[in-house]
């Protein structure tokens, strides 16, 4: 679907020259509902018509765009905001307002195109981002004197094994200098959902696809006899204390 616009500037010349940058993006897709000479007139056309963005002007005749841009917060549909100005000075006020760009004139193609993109990128955003996407969650680790970042969605468990503790993904295994205790502090405060299962492992819930009583690896290297969670998609079971098996079971049973 386009990215329907309203052009709010009461110079007649001014909306004509948007108007003719607008023809010429091809991404976003555009479509222009209508044009507003000043704030009355645009408030008028959104509550008939909503657009999902201004393209406003902010000295006009009567209330100026920066007010306009305060009103709009009061329609059902509120309208993103790129301001098209002549002045430079109402940047730090118009970003207050939320606005998503602040353009001066004379505007360029280029500018106008990328403030449209993130207009869409607000309002549309993708459904299934890229594990890389920067705004995923991350857990910041110290691998033997390296700093790094791994996204939350891959970590599936932690152990803490002698004098380091291990770090599982479906594809690696880091060994890091932090502490368990740390490393379950941080996770919790990133509402990671994270299980104790041993007073040695925390477990992602998301990936346990099962819970027996079976031989499992202690984390010492030896087999123990008793309960323990199978761990996908490593496929490796880890044990689960007699302490924490009921906080294990409560956890595995809610939604």
Same mark, same amino acid.
Do not use: C
């Given at each position: 679907?386009?990215?329907?616009?309203?052009?709010?500037?009461?110079?007649?010349?001014? &909306?004509?020259?948007?108007?003719?940058?607008?023809?010429?993006?091809?991404?976003?897709?555009?479509?222009?509902? /209508?044009?507003?000479?000043?704030?009355?007139?645009?408030? &008028?056309?959104?509550?008939?018509?909503?657009?999902?963005?201004?393209?406003?002007?902010?000295?006009?005749?009567?209330?100026?765009?920066?007010?306009?841009?305060?009103?709009?917060? !009061?329609?059902?549909?509120?309208?993103?905001?790129? %301001?098209?100005?002549?002045?430079?000075?109402?940047?730090?006020?118009? %970003?207050?307002?939320?606005?998503?760009?602040?353009?001066?004139?004379?505007?360029?193609?280029?500018?106008?195109?990328?403030?449209?993109?993130?207009?869409?990128?607000?309002?549309?955003?993708?459904? !299934?981002?890229?594990?890389?996407?920067?705004?995923?969650?991350?857990?910041?680790?110290?691998?033997?004197?390296?700093?790094?970042?791994?996204?939350?969605?891959?970590?599936?468990?932690?152990?803490?094994?002698?004098?380091?503790?291990?770090?599982?993904?479906? /594809?690696?295994?880091?060994?890091?200098?932090?502490?368990?205790?740390?490393?379950?502090? &941080?996770?919790?405060?990133?509402?990671? /959902?994270?299980?104790?299962?041993?007073?040695?492992?925390?477990?992602?819930?998301? !990936?346990?696809?099962?819970?027996?009583?079976?031989?499992?690896?202690?984390?010492?290297?030896?087999?123990?006899?008793?309960?323990?969670? &199978?761990?996908?998609?490593?496929?490796?079971?880890?044990?689960?204390?007699?302490?924490?098996?009921?906080?294990?079971?409560? !956890?595995?049973?809610?939604?």
């Amino acid at each position: 679907m386009p990215l329907t616009l309203l052009i709010v500037d009461d110079e007649p010349l001014a &909306r004509l020259r948007l108007r003719a940058l607008l023809a010429q993006i091809a991404q976003p897709e555009v479509q222009v509902l /209508g044009e507003a000479a000043d704030a009355d007139s645009a408030l &008028r056309q959104l509550r008939e018509a909503p657009a999902d963005a201004l393209l406003l002007d902010i000295g006009m005749p009567g209330r100026s765009g920066l007010t306009l841009a305060s009103a709009l917060r !009061a329609l059902p549909q509120t309208p993103a905001v790129v %301001f098209v100005t002549a002045h430079a000075e109402h940047a730090l006020q118009a %970003f207050d307002l939320e606005a998503v760009d602040y353009l001066t004139k004379p505007v360029r193609l280029e500018r106008l195109q990328a403030a449209l993109q993130r207009v869409a990128q607000r309002l549309r955003p993708v459904s !299934a981002p890229s594990p890389l996407a920067a705004d995923l969650p991350v857990l910041v680790v110290h691998d033997r004197g390296r700093v790094l970042r791994l996204p939350l969605h891959e970590v599936l468990y932690l152990r803490a094994e002698l004098k380091y503790v291990t770090l599982r993904t479906a /594809g690696h295994s880091y060994v890091l200098d932090d502490a368990l205790a740390d490393l379950e502090q &941080r996770l919790e405060a990133l509402g990671a /959902g994270f299980i104790r299962v041993h007073r040695n492992a925390l477990v992602a819930r998301r !990936a346990v696809r099962a819970l027996e009583y079976r031989t499992a690896d202690d984390g010492a290297g030896r087999g123990e006899e008793g309960w323990a969670v &199978r761990v996908a998609p490593a496929d490796e079971w880890l044990a689960v204390s007699r302490r924490q098996l009921p906080a294990v079971r409560e !956890a595995l049973a809610s939604p």
